[in-house]
C-alpha cells in the first residue's frame, strides 16, 4: 500500500467496502477536519453507501471500521456523529512528510504534468499611461495564479495583450501632439476627454527635443479641423449631451492630426505606444511579473484575422446587416443584445478583434485559455462566448476570473485616486512605498472577486499583524536557528524523527503534509489566496512550535529531529511564497 497518509487510508477504506459491500463502486473521499480533536482525516463514505445499502449510515460506519485491516500508519479508527469515520494516524505516518520535503526540495508539492496546455492573459492594460494599483492588483493575481497552475503540473503560457490598435491610442497620440504643440505657442483647448497626465507632457517634450518644431502647425488651423467643444467646467460634471460634443470634439483633432501630419502622424502615434509599452513592460519586471508572449492587436488586422472571423460569422449566418454596420446576433448566444463588428464607415470594432483574438489562442492549440480582466468587464464574458459558440468552438475552454476594485487606506483614512484627471496612485507608486512583497502578498489577502482595502500603513509595519512580515519572518526564523547549528544540514535527512511526539510538532508535519492538496485545490480553484492563507497557517504552527520549545535542545537526536522538521517548514514557506512571487528572506 502507499506510504502516503491518505493514498493509504483510502486504500483501507476500498478494502473495507469490498467486504462490507462487495461490487459497490463509491467515491471515497477523505478530508482533514477542520478540529484536530476529530482526528487526522474524515470520511463520510457510510453516508454514500446508506441509500445502496438501505441502512443507517451510523451502523455502516461501524461494519467498515471492523472490516478496516490493520495498518501500522493508523492510531485509530472510530464512528463519529451521523456516519462520519475520523482517523487519527500514528505519528510515524505523520513525520514520515519530513524526509519527503527534504528529499523533494524546490520540487516538494507538485503536482503530476498534466499535459494540459494553459494560456493565462492578464493585465493587458491599453498602453495608453502608467500601470496604476488596480493593475497591480490583477498582475499579482494573474502571475501567481499561473505559477500555481505551473507548479500544479500545467504547460503555462504567460500573456499580454498589447490594444495598439484603435481609438485609446489615436486618444493618446493626439494628447501627445497637443501637448507638442503647446510648448511652440500653438494652444489648443485641451479635451477633459484626453490623456490628462504629466507623462503626456514628457513624450511631448521627447519629441521636441529630437524633431524641434518639426511637427508644428498653427492652432487655428488644427481647429478648423474639429466640431466646436462645449464650455469648460471647473467641477467637470457635463451633461450626456456635453460629453457627446467632447468625444465629437476629439475626434476631430484626431482626423486633424492625421490629416495634418500625413505619414509623420505614424511616428508619433507609434512613439506614444512605444514609450508607454516600454514603461509598462519595466514596471511589470521591477514587480516580478513576467510574460512569455507580449500579442498584438494590431497584428489581428495585419494577417487579416479580423475580416476573416467576421466573414466566417457572415457565412455562417451569425451576421445581419443594419443601417450600413454589420451586427452578430449575440443575444442568440446569451447576451443581452446583437453587437456591432462593423461600423457603417468600414471599420471593425474591438469586440469584432476580440473575437478574432480568442479564436487565435484557439488556434494556437491552447487546451484552456483563462482570461483575467477587470470586474467592469463582466459583460463581456457572453459575447465573446457566444461568438466562439457560433464559430463551432468550445467556449467551454475559455474561463474568465473577474478581478475587483482597489481602495487604498493610509492611517485609516481612505487614499483619493482619479485616473480621469491623471492623478492616480500609479503601481509604481505604491512598490516604491511598501516594497513588492508586501505589494503581492496583500493583494492575495482578499479572494480576486471581492473589493479589496489595501492598508498600507499595516504592509509597511514590521509587527506580526503584518501578515507577509509574519510569514517571512518565520522563515528568516529558521535560517537564524540552522545558522546557529554547527552540524551540516545535508545530515538531517536521516535524522530520527521519533522524538517527533508534542502537539506541536505533529500538528506542524499535518500541515506540511497538506502541502500539495493545498496547490492541487487552490490551482482547481483559481485561488492563489487560499495558498496565502496557508502560508499564514503555516508560519503561525511554526511560531507557536518555537515559542514553545526550544529547537537546539542538548539531546543530539532531539535537536536533530526537530531542525529536520524546521528545515521542511521552511521548504514549505519557500515553495509557497515563490509561487505568489514573494521572496523568502533569511535575515530580517
Known sequence: MSSDPKIHLAQLLGAALASVAPGCDAD????????????????????????????????????????????????????????????????????????????????????????RK???????????GPLHVGHGRGAAYGASLASLLAFAGDQVCREYYV?????????????????????????????????????????????????????????????????????????????PDEKERFEQHLDGLIAAAKDLLGEEWIYLHQHALTEQLADCREDLEGYGVHFDCWFSERSLYDTGMVARVVAELERRGHIYVQDGAKWFRSSAFGDEKDRVVQRDNGLHTYFASDIAYHMNKFERGFDRVIDIWGADHHGYIARVKGALRALDLDADRMEVALVQFVSLFRD??????????GSYVTLRELRDEVGNDAC?????????????????????SESNDNPVYYVQYAHARICSVIGQWDGNESDLAGADLAPLTSPHELGLCNRI???????GQAAADFAPHALAFYLREVASDFHGWYNAERLLVDDEDTKRA?????????????????????SAPEAM
Open 562 to 582: 526537530r531542525l529536520a522538521l524546521a528545515v521542511a517548514v521552511r521548504q514549505v514557506l519557500r515553495n509557497g511564497l515563490r509561487i505568489l512571487g514573494v
Open 412 to 421: 485609516g483614512a481612505k487614499v483619493s485616486m482619479s485616473t480621469r484627471a
Open 513 to 519: 503534509q497538506s502541502f500539495a492538496e493545498v496547490i
Open 28 to 115: 471515497i473521499r477523505l478530508e482533514r477536519p477542520r478540529d484536530p480533536a476529530h482526528g487526522d482525516f474524515a470520511s463520510n463514505l457510510a453516508m454514500q453507501l446508506a441509500r445502496v445499502l438501505k441502512d443507517n449510515p451510523r451502523k455502516i460506519a461501524e461494519r467498515l471500521v471492523r472490516e478496516l485491516p490493520v495498518s501500522p500508519l493508523v492510531l485509530k479508527a472510530e464512528v463519529a456523529g451521523a456516519g462520519f469515520i475520523n482517523f487519527q494516524l500514528a505519528p510515524a505516518a505523520k513525520t514520515g512528510v519530513i524526509r519527503a520535503a527534504l528529499a523533494d526540495g524546490d520540487d516538494f508539492g507538485k503536482g503530476r504534468p498534466s499535459g
Open 118 to 128: 494553459v494560456q493565462v492573459e492578464f493585465v493587458s492594460a491599453n498602453p495608453t
Open 163 to 239: 490594444n495598439d490598435a484603435g481609438r485609446q491610442m489615436d486618444i493618446l497620440g493626439v494628447s501627445t501632439w497637443l501637448r507638442y504643440l503647446d510648448l511652440f505657442g500653438e494652444r489648443v483647448p485641451f479635451p477633459p476627454n484626453a490623456y490628462q497626465g504629466d507623462y503626456v507632457r514628457d513624450m511631448a517634450a521627447q519629441i521636441r527635443d529630437a524633431h524641434g518644431d518639426r511637427y508644428a502647425h498653427p492652432a487655428v488651423a488644427v481647429l478648423a479641423c474639429a466640431p466646436a467643444a462645449p464650455a469648460r467646467r471647473e467641477d467637470g460634471a457635463y451633461t
Open 440 to 460: 503581492r502578498f496583500f493583494y492575495l489577502l482578499r479572494k480576486q472577486d471581492q473589493a479589496l482595502d489595501f492598508d498600507l500603513t499595516l504592509a509597511k
